[in-house]
């Protein structure tokens, strides 16, 4: 089971993610509101995932995505943003992110951006 944390300053789309993600492959250990906090979590706990949102504030998600990658660089990070801008998440990707889906998302669409993000570990571990 891998670790997720969900990083979105919207606590509607931090419910969505947490209700829409797999359950039975993801275990939520936390949200954050900001990259600040989602730094803070990340030194309490192992971590394995992030769903990362771009624009937050105080530590915005390419800020984040900088510092996550630095202090594990196997961290996998998967951007939900509403921005359209190809620059920001080519950006976002060069950082250190892995996948990106685009706000608003179904259900479907998350749960295979997570899976894509952990699928050559899942084929390892089976």
Same mark, same amino acid.
């Given at each position: 089971?891998?670790?997720?944390? #969900?990083?979105?300053?919207?606590?509607? #789309?931090?419910?969505? #993610?947490?209700?829409?993600?797999?359950?039975?492959?993801?275990? #939520?250990?936390?949200?954050?509101i900001d990259g600040s906090q989602a730094l803070s979590l990340f030194f309490q706990q192992a971590i394995d995932v992030v769903t990362m949102d771009l624009t937050m504030p105080e530590l915005d998600g390419i800020e984040c995505i900088e510092s996550l990658v630095r202090l594990d660089p196997d961290v996998k990070i998967l951007v939900i943003?509403?921005?359209?801008?190809?620059?920001?998440?080519?950006?976002?990707?060069?950082k250190g992110a892995m996948g990106f889906v685009t706000k608003p998302f179904s259900g479907s669409e998350?749960?295979?951006?997570?899976?894509?993000?952990?699928e050559d570990e899942l084929q390892v571990r089976l």
């Open positions: 089971m891998y670790r997720l944390l #969900i990083v979105d300053d919207s606590k509607l #789309i931090r419910q969505k #993610i947490e209700r829409e993600c797999d359950q039975n492959l993801f275990h #939520i250990v936390g949200s954050a943003s509403a921005l359209n801008d190809v620059a920001t998440g080519m950006e976002a990707l060069e998350l749960q295979s951006a997570l899976c894509e993000l952990v």
